[in-house]
């Protein structure tokens, strides 16, 4: 059984940075693509980044050059460095776990960029 927590969303103002951390659970995840999504107030959910088993990393152009995904498979974590936020940026954020089997959504934090 895989379970994904996220954590380190929260209320920032323009031009500030959050880190999101994603715990996972279960036994796949060095074996596992991840990603991070959003969801805009009123919008649909969107890919914002994603970090294959290997390292490779793809990101949303919305987001290049000031997002930056990681993961750590030893200690089961993703993470999302979010750097120069905008007001745009504002949603609920996810981690999403991917194997060959199935695919894994958190529970989603918070993030909020307003002065």
């Known amino acids: 059984q895989v379970q994904l927590v996220e954590s380190g969303g929260g209320l920032v103002q323009p031009g500030g940075s959050l880190r999101l951390s994603c715990t996972a659970s279960?036994?796949?995840?060095?074996?596992?693509?991840m990603a991070w999504y959003r969801q805009p107030p009123g919008k649909e959910r969107e890919l914002v980044a994603s970090?294959?088993?290997?390292?490779?990393?793809m990101y949303a152009d919305s987001v290049k050059g000031r997002f930056t995904i990681s993961r750590d498979n030893a200690m089961k974590m993703l993470y999302l460095q979010m750097n120069g936020l905008k007001p745009e940026d504002t949603a609920v954020y996810y981690c999403?776990?991917?194997?060959?089997?199935?695919?894994?959504w958190g529970q989603g934090t918070q993030v909020t960029v307003s002065s």
């Open positions: 999403k776990l991917t194997d060959i089997l199935s695919q894994y």
């Open positions: 279960g036994s796949i995840f060095s074996r596992s693509a």
């Open positions: 970090i294959s088993t290997f390292g490779s990393t």
